[in-house]
């Protein structure tokens, strides 16, 4: 029913939910909390959120919320696809700054569950794409951060090539990582 990758960096993992389809389309159980448990998958969710992006090349990130509102997250693609990354934050951690990328679209129906102490962010390859993601606490806005996208500590390729970058303001003020003072801390 699952198919359930381990990523590189510990805790990230890129989930393959099976989809059901015929003529009229398909479906998918993208989340089921027993499912999750058999897998050794715990989260609890209590927030989910919905984000369209117009532009092809609109980058969001690399946020976190830190502790006490730390968030996991579990994002997938609603519609037309995108880049989704996570960055190991987690002082101490020997992936510490290390990423992972992956495509995640509509059709391919793949999830990255992002946990608590990662950076995360995502760049649009379609227009109007729709990202939904589930959180593990809810915003807290006096937790929000970021951290600069186009890094040289972190070094992650975008695939953006001659794709024109459509940031927010807050995005494109976001600090390095070098500058950056990790709320997060690695646990063996």
């Not at 393959?16 to 089921?32: I, L, Q, V, Y």
């Not at 999750?36 to 715990?42: F, P, Y």
């Amino acid at each position: 029913m699952l198919d359930i990758k381990h990523t590189k960096l510990s805790g990230v993992l890129l989930l393959t939910p099976r989809r059901f389809g015929d003529a009229r389309g398909f479906f998918s159980e993208t989340w089921n909390r027993a499912r999750m448990a058999e897998h050794g998958i715990t989260i609890d969710f209590v927030q989910d959120n919905h984000s369209v992006s117009a532009q092809i090349g609109t980058l969001r990130g690399l946020h976190f919320q830190s502790p006490p509102h730390a968030q996991d997250k579990l994002v997938r693609c609603g519609r037309g696809a995108l880049f989704d990354v996570a960055v190991d934050a987690r002082a101490g951690s020997p992936t510490y700054g290390q990423w992972v990328g992956y495509e995640l679209s509509a059709e391919n129906g793949r999830q990255l569950l992002v946990p608590q102490g990662f950076l995360h962010g995502f760049v649009t390859r379609e227009p109007d794409t729709e990202i939904c993601y589930k959180c593990s606490d809810y915003y807290a806005p006096e937790c929000d951060g970021a951290v600069r996208f186009d890094c040289p500590q972190i070094g992650i390729d975008w695939g953006l090539r001659d794709t024109a970058t459509v940031l927010s303001d807050k995005d494109a003020a976001a600090g390095t990582l070098a500058d950056f003072d990790s709320p997060f801390v690695w646990e063996e």
